[in-house]
């Protein structure tokens, strides 16, 4: 699976942006897709993700302040951010689990990840 993030920048306190990760490749039809992030010096944080059957889930530190959504026709997750604070400065990823029709924010348990794009929140 291949996995394109965009939407990253500088945003100031109490912004939105909005995150979006083109995925191709899926050779299952059960598929959760997964938002994280890594800021420096911490470990990667699970925050959001959607299933092929739209379940959702959400880390206390991010619910109701982002929503992930996805579009079946653009083959296209996203992760609208609202309310930002500086602390969610950090490379935001999204990655892919095959063949699993549940939800999961546990970092090791997916397989194919993107290479990131940067959210940086000015105070």
């Known amino acids: 699976v291949q996995l394109v993030e965009s939407g990253g920048g500088l945003v100031q306190a109490g912004g939105s942006l909005r995150l979006s990760c083109v995925v191709s490749g899926f050779t299952d039809h059960d598929y959760v897709i997964g938002w994280f992030r890594q800021a420096p010096g911490k470990e990667r944080e699970g925050l959001s993700c959607i299933s092929s059957t739209e379940k959702t889930e959400y880390a206390d530190s991010v619910k109701g302040r982002f929503t992930i959504s996805r579009d079946a026709a653009k083959n296209t997750v996203y992760l609208q951010m609202n309310s930002l604070k500086p602390e969610d400065t950090a490379l935001y990823y999204c990655?892919?689990?095959?063949?699993?029709?549940?939800?999961?924010?546990?970092?090791?348990?997916?397989?194919?990840w993107g290479k990131g794009t940067l959210v940086t929140v000015s105070s």
């Open positions: 990655t892919a689990l095959e063949g699993y029709s549940g939800t999961t924010i546990t970092a090791y348990l997916y397989d194919d």
